[in-house]
């Protein structure tokens, strides 16, 4: 009896997880359909003191409508954002934030459409006190135009 019981209960733990599992897939699904597909376009270590960084994106098929940060190793103070498109033309984003090891910034929106970015100029510096102990890195994705996701060229 208590055999039995021990097995049902083990079962229903594992179909607990197993929906719980799935329900996070599906989650995790919408969020990226809601928030577009996002691309990394490269990463940078960051060093103690204030770190200027350059990110080359270069000619890459398809064109941003927005950047987000992502830190790990430690936590990441970004002190200023730069973004420079295809044309020459600079797009200077506010960013100013520290970003914890693991986290993300939210997307940052980039100035007007039909942009290609040649590249991504960071300056930051990682935090002495940070959470985490390694290296700190930050890494730059974007998030590519629904009519480029589609395969529509304007």
């Known amino acids: 009896m208590k055999r039995a019981a ?3 209960g083990l079962a229903l733990l594992a179909m607990t997880a197993a929906f719980s599992a799935d329900a996070q897939g599906r989650r995790d699904r919408d969020d990226r359909d809601r928030d577009g597909r996002w691309e990394r376009l490269g990463c940078e270590d960051v060093r103690r003191g204030a770190d200027r960084d350059e990110i080359r994106v270069g000619r890459r098929e398809g064109r941003y409508s927005a950047i987000r940060l992502e830190a790990s190793g430690n936590d990441v103070e970004i002190l200023d954002l730069r973004v420079i498109y295809a044309n020459g033309q600079p797009d200077d984003i506010s960013v100013r934030s520290e970003i914890r ?5 939210r997307a940052l929106d ?10 991504i100029e960071i300056v930051s510096r990682k ?3 940070g959470r ?10 974007g ?5 480029n996701r589609r395969g529509d060229r304007r």
């Not at 090891?101 to 910034?105: A, K, L």
């Not at 980039?110 to 590249?119: C, F, K, M, S």
């Open 101 to 105: 090891e693991g986290d993300r910034t």
């Open 110 to 119: 980039l100035r007007g459409r039909d942009r290609a970015i040649d590249r």
């Open 143 to 147: 998030r590519e135009e629904r009519d």
């Open 132 to 141: 985490g102990r390694g290296r700190a890195r930050v890494c730059v994705y």
């Open 127 to 129: 935090d002495f006190q």
């Open 6 to 8: 021990l097995f049902a």
